[in-house]
């Protein structure tokens, strides 16, 4: 079922979009790749960047976890989803494994866990709230499939600055308790995500250290 949106979004200085949230298609593969360079800047692997052919994985095999959003009549922003089976005893994992390195080609139409293989906002739209929206979509999404719930790795892209002092599980801590702001990790908590185990190795990236924190989001409407 095609996912379809119109709202307007608004920054911290009042100044308003029109905004529309949708699934994406081939049509904007090439404005897909250009924000993930720009989200997703040196020392991030270029190679990580999406390509055509998982982009063209994703709208075929998966197209309700497909979600753009538009902003101002432009692309702005993407969010990204398969459908997995996800053992809780056995949480553990890679985004990688996950993924299928972003190709989703294990995309499992029964699945129950609707798995987020990325998210990401264009740095010039940043302020108003796009990403929060996206993953409402998603939300819904869930809850409109039926799913148990949303899950994901998040990057603790602030950890490089505190690794000398403090532990991976430290600095997750205390970004929980407030005394710290983790750009990645703080926003998924502002989402709704509820932590469920911090994962080494979870991707190759130098400001986490390769960790990633594993969160989720339970579809209150499933018991």
């Known amino acids: 079922m095609a996912y379809y949106k119109q709202l307007y979004v608004q920054d911290r200085k009042g100044t308003t979009l029109q905004a529309v949230l949708r699934n994406y298609t081939e049509h904007d ?50 969010m990204t989803g398969l459908r997995m089976h996800f053992d809780p005893a056995q949480p553990g994992h890679s985004w990688a494994e996950a993924t299928d390195n972003g190709y989703i080609r294990n995309h499992d139409p029964q699945g129950e866990t609707l798995y987020i293989v990325d998210i990401s906002v264009s740095p010039a739209f940043r302020g108003y709230g796009l990403g929060r929206w996206l993953m409402h979509a998603m939300y819904e999404t869930v809850v409109q499939l039926g799913m148990e719930r949303l899950l994901g ?6 950890y490089h600055r505190e690794a000398e002092r403090l ?4 600095y997750l801590d205390t970004v929980l308790r407030g005394e710290l702001s983790d750009p990645v990790i703080s926003f998924l908590l502002r989402c709704g995500r509820t932590p469920v185990m911090l994962v ?5 990236d130098e400001e986490s ?5 594993l969160m989720e989001w339970k579809n209150p409407f499933r018991r």
Request: hydrophobic fraction near 30%.
């Open 29 to 78: 593969f090439d404005e897909l790749i250009r924000i993930q360079s720009e989200c997703f800047p040196p020392p991030f692997p270029s190679e990580l960047w999406w390509n055509k052919e998982q982009l063209h994985s994703h709208v075929t095999r998966f197209p309700e976890g497909a979600l753009c959003i538009e902003a101002g009549g432009r692309l702005a922003g993407s």
């Open 153 to 158: 790795g998040g990057r603790m892209s602030g």
């Open 167 to 170: 532990t991976a599980q430290q």
């Open 200 to 204: 080494e190795n979870y991707l190759d």
């Open 209 to 213: 250290r390769n960790y990633g924190v």
